[in-house]
């Protein structure tokens, strides 16, 4: 079972589009990232969210940790070709601050 | 940020024959992990290995299969053993960084694919 659920596990949309997609988890997380893998490479960090309600944007990307700390969202806006890749949420417990527990995963293709 | 590099990026190997992956960061770190992740899902924490103590491994996962070494600050190496081809999998190491950025931030190697026949 996995600890973090992410929906959908796989979504092909057309460039230009908007989508969302969700990390969800029954545990209260301390701190959560979202990651982006491209083929051949390791996950490349995004952004971490801290606190409950929290709100980050990077570029066309709305980061949103939800307020009682389990669960957080990733949306695009207008998406783009080089959007395309695997993406993973990841959270660090409470009780095991050096273990982070990732999710798992959206493939996310982009139609031109 | 951290730069992490892994050796060999990719490998195809026989039944029953072991494969050793070195990780090198470009500075020296507390906490270094190794992650296994089948194509196109997600990762799976295999260990941790610290410098100067003995790995700490997760559920599922034994020092006889995984042997892990960790001589400094900077380099670690894992030894995937007597290998199956259940074992074909892309193998990545991270580090921690603590301090610069709010939560645990860990930074990814590229990987190294590994098939087994």
């Known amino acids: 079972t996995q600890l973090l659920e992410q929906s959908p596990q796989f979504l092909s949309i057309q460039e230009g589009e908007n989508l969302t997609v969700y990390c969800n988890s029954s545990?209260?997380?301390?701190?959560l990232q979202w990651y982006r893998q491209e083929p051949g490479e390791g996950p490349v960090l995004l952004v971490t969210?801290?606190?409950?309600?929290e709100v980050k944007k990077l570029k066309r990307l709305t980061f949103q940790f939800g307020d009682a700390r389990k669960d957080s969202s990733l949306h695009i806006t207008a998406a783009q070709t080089g959007d395309t890749g695997l993406y993973l949420c990841a959270g660090v417990r409470y009780s095991s601050a050096s273990k982070i527990i990732f999710g798992s995963g959206t493939r996310l293709s982009i139609r031109p | 940020s951290a730069v992490i590099s892994q050796k060999p990026s990719r490998d195809i190997c026989q039944r029953g024959t072991s494969l050793t992956i070195q990780c090198q960061v470009d500075s020296q770190v507390t906490m270094m992990f190794w992650y296994r992740q089948q194509p196109g899902q997600s990762l799976t924490l295999i260990a941790t290995?610290?410098?100067?103590?003995?790995?700490?491994?997760e559920s599922g996962f034994v020092i006889d299969k995984f042997p892990i070494s960790r001589p400094n600050l900077t380099f670690s190496t894992l030894t995937v053993s007597n290998m199956s081809p259940e074992d074909s999998s892309i193998y990545l190491c991270?580090?921690?960084?603590?301090?610069?950025?709010?939560?645990?931030?860990?930074?990814f190697g590229p990987g190294t694919r590994l098939t087994v026949l």
């Open positions: 991270s580090v921690e960084d603590r301090g610069l950025a709010r939560g645990d931030t860990q930074y």
């Open positions: 969210v801290v606190t409950g309600g």
């Open positions: 545990s209260v997380f301390s701190s």
């Open positions: 290995a610290n410098q100067g103590s003995e790995a700490t491994y």
